[in-house]
């Protein structure tokens, strides 16, 4: 074999360089940790205040027509008032009891705190009101 | 002459796989701090232990404590005019009132009977099962 004959080899070219992805992982990390960080998550739950539906179930028991419906009355400070009788939460859950059933209206004063209304809707259901109703006093025109 | 292959580069699939997953938790991530962010104050909803699931969608009206309130997140004057645009459109919206605990009722039950009168079907009050 001569001189001549001799084989070239070539390298093959080496490949072209990636993009460099670190700086890329980088920022998608910080930001990760950045909505990771400032998300808050609430458990969050719901009182129906209209269901127009709940009036056209008719296979609902009716309330008993005997029974008087329990007025609670919410004051301004928040404490809820059965006949003028301001009331604590186990003596509110009594009287709840107590009236086996009959519906609950509750009459808020307008400057009540809504904390205080949806404890007063809480206690009622636990002690096993089946119909809440929360009224309000209109002016006359 | 002995000729060697250089050594095979190693593939970058798992880089790829990487990302994809940082990708996903980042969208998650900006989705639900999206969802708690629906107010441009700060609403802690009252504490009840008798509140029921909340489905997804609907109006969501956030009520301030001093009584400034919110449409889906934009301030409004007068909360009436986008919800009953919304009611009209379709009546069995559920619209959420999400009021600050030290709200106080005079902002929230007229709405509530202005809601009810102009044919909302369901609306609810936002609670939490506990304090955050």
């Known amino acids: 074999m001569s001189q001549a004959d001799a084989i070239i080899l070539r390298r093959p070219r080496p490949p072209r360089a990636l993009i460099s992805l670190v700086a890329m992982i980088d920022v998608l990390l910080i930001l990760l940790v950045f909505f990771m960080v400032t998300s808050t998550y609430l458990d969050l739950d719901m009182i129906p205040a209209v269901s127009q539906d709940e009036n056209t179930a008719s296979t609902a028991p009716l309330p008993d027509q005997r029974s008087r419906p329990l007025m609670i009355r919410i004051g301004a400070d928040g404490r809820p008032f059965v006949r003028g009788q301001p009331l604590d939460d186990q003596m509110l859950a009594a009287r709840v009891r107590d009236a086996n059933g009959a519906p609950v209206l509750i009459l808020p004063t307008g400057v009540a705190q809504t904390q205080s209304l949806v404890t007063v809707m809480d206690i009622a259901t636990r002690a096993g009101a089946r119909e809440v109703r929360v009224i309000r006093l209109e002016a006359r025109p | ?132």
């Open chain 2, 1 to 132: 002459m002995r000729l060697t292959r250089p050594p095979a580069r190693q593939a970058p699939e798992t880089i790829v796989a990487l990302i994809d997953v940082v990708f996903f938790l980042l969208v998650f991530f900006m989705l639900i701090g999206r969802m708690d962010a629906t107010a441009p104050f700060e609403v802690s909803p009252p504490v009840a232990q008798t509140g029921s699931d909340m489905p997804a969608g609907g109006i969501t009206l956030s009520v301030a404590a001093d009584g400034a309130m919110a449409v889906d997140g934009l301030p409004v004057t007068d909360p009436m005019v986008p919800l009953l645009a919304g009611i009209r459109e379709t009546p069995e919206t559920l619209v959420r009132i999400n009021a600050h605990h030290t709200a106080e009722l005079r902002h929230i039950l007229p709405l509530i009977a202005e809601l009810e009168a102009a044919g909302a079907r369901e609306v609810a009050l936002v609670v939490t099962p506990s304090a955050p």
